[in-house]
């Protein structure tokens, strides 16, 4: 059961879906804990990505959608999920190692996309609301790049081995998905990858020197990380749905 029918705010031509959204769920959920991948956790009775994908698929803006998986994962979804895969129209790609790995080889499949702009979206966060969506979309549509963020509500410290010192929390945001971006901006900044580590999209289009907006999103955007996360999602999609009825 996805987010009940909130309205979400077309931010363009109703005609022309302008962004393309790659999902990384090739992970292997190691914190989860889980023998198989968390994505295939059941919330509300269905499984994490599948709640991703609807999310996505709801959108007005969205027009591609690329979804990144392991090779040992493919064949269970396409042989228990394949039905879900053609009607939220979701084409699988390999996934790689690390996930910057996974969203190079989705871009790849994209490369003749026709949006304007693509979106990457974690397949382990289920919950995102459509007005974040539009939010983060209409804000990467004026500036080329955006990411959804929320700030950093408690203390934060540094450990140096021998001390440690506390971090000055006012400037501080934790950086969440979809992560947006022009297209050609994000191909450039994934060609330029050298290899250094980089935990999320944003920090390869900074490191090209282009600024990236911070737009502010719901607390209730949580990535499923631990197994503790899904009790919590839970309780999120409860209140989801209560709000949107
Ligand atoms: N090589 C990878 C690693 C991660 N991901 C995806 O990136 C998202 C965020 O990653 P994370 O929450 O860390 O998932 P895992 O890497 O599976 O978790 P862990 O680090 O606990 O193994 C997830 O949807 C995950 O499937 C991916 O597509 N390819
Ligand atoms: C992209 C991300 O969700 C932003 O917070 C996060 O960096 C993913 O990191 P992970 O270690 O792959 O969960």
């Not at 397949?123 to 790049?145: E, K, M």
């Not at 010192?165 to 934790?174: A, F, G, M, S």
């Not at 971006?181 to 900074?206: M, Q």
Request: hydrophobic content about 40%; proline content about 5%; some cysteine.
């Amino acid at each position: 059961m996805s987010e009940a029918q909130a309205p979400s705010m077309n931010v363009g031509s109703p005609d022309a879906p302008s962004v393309a959204v790659i999902i990384p769920a090739a992970g292997s959920g190691q914190r989860f804990g889980a023998t198989t991948n968390k994505l295939f956790a059941l919330l509300d009775g269905q499984p994490l990505w599948l709640h991703s994908v609807r999310r996505l698929r709801q959108n007005p803006m969205v027009g591609s959608i690329v979804m990144a998986v392991s090779d040992q994962d493919r064949v269970h979804f396409e042989n228990d999920h394949a039905a879900d895969l053609r009607t939220y129209e979701v084409q699988l790609v390999r996934g790689g190692t690390e996930r910057s790995d996974s969203v190079q080889s989705a871009l790849g499949y994209l490369a003749d996309a026709k949006e304007r702009l693509v979106a990457v979206h974690d397949a382990a966060r289920p919950l995102i609301r459509q007005r974040d969506l539009d939010a983060v979309f209409t804000a990467a549509n004026q500036t080329g790049a955006a990411i959804l963020t929320v700030p950093v509500s408690g203390t934060v410290r540094r450990d140096l081995g021998e001390r440690t010192e506390t971090v000055d929390r006012r400037h501080l945001h934790i950086a969440l998905t979809p992560q947006v971006f022009e297209a050609g901006l994000l191909r450039s900044a994934y060609a330029k990858h050298n290899g250094r580590p980089a935990t999320d999209d944003a920090e390869l289009v900074e490191r090209c020197g282009h600024p990236v907006t911070l737009v502010c999103g719901g607390t209730d955007n949580l990535k499923i990380t631990y197994p503790e996360d899904l009790i919590v999602a839970e309780a999120i999609l409860r209140s989801q749905l209560a709000q949107d009825a």
